[in-house]
């Protein structure tokens, strides 16, 4: 078994540019990781807080105070309609719908990296394997069967460059499917979220309720 530094040797070239995609594409993948893990949140919990503070409170100043104690995505849509609340239905519906865009923006923010690792990787396998094919044809040409190890190395450059390739690409592909599913419960959870406050407001305006608004002064409490 020879070491890392004999495989990307005898590999050629093409080995370098393998390398790398794939360090590049494992550090995205960390940090899609980790941001995707701090954004995640008891949505149903969430939710139920901020109707609670609207409906039952009556004011939206606590339900952004409660957006602001959440990371995520979610927290974010529903702080972007909060603070438009009094304002035209399409004015919070379009306040949202940024606010929803910009957030799976950030999301999906490196998958770029992951996709393309994973569909570039492959080729650049096969390109090594032709290039270790012409190799191997050209000792064939010059010396004859007189010395196979020529022969050989090109062969074993052809099959290294394929190998390589298909184990970066397999893992980096599932690791691209993984975060495009996540990345689809947070835009469920984003959709949802933002039906549910739309919701709530036309109940607050069809029961007669006037919460506090959010950028209004705190009124004291008459004990």
Known sequence: ???????????????????????IALAFAIERFIALRRARINVNEFLAKVRKALIVNRSVRDAVKICEQYRGPVASI?????????????????SIENAAMYETGRLERGLVVLATTA????????LGTVTGMISSFDALAKQGLQNPA????GISEALITTATGLIIAIPFQLIYNYFQTRINKFVRDIETAANMLLETFGEMDRSGIMPERADAPVAPKVG
């Open 78 to 94: 529903m702080k972007a309609g909060l603070l438009k609340y009094g304002q035209p239905k399409e004015d919070v519906e379009k």
């Open 119 to 126: 569909n570039i990787s492959p080729l650049l396998g096969f």
């Open 1 to 23: 078994m020879g070491t890392f530094w004999d495989y990307m040797q005898q590999g050629g070239p093409v080995m370098w540019p393998l390398l790398f995609f794939s360090i």
């Open 150 to 153: 020529a022969v050989a190395a």
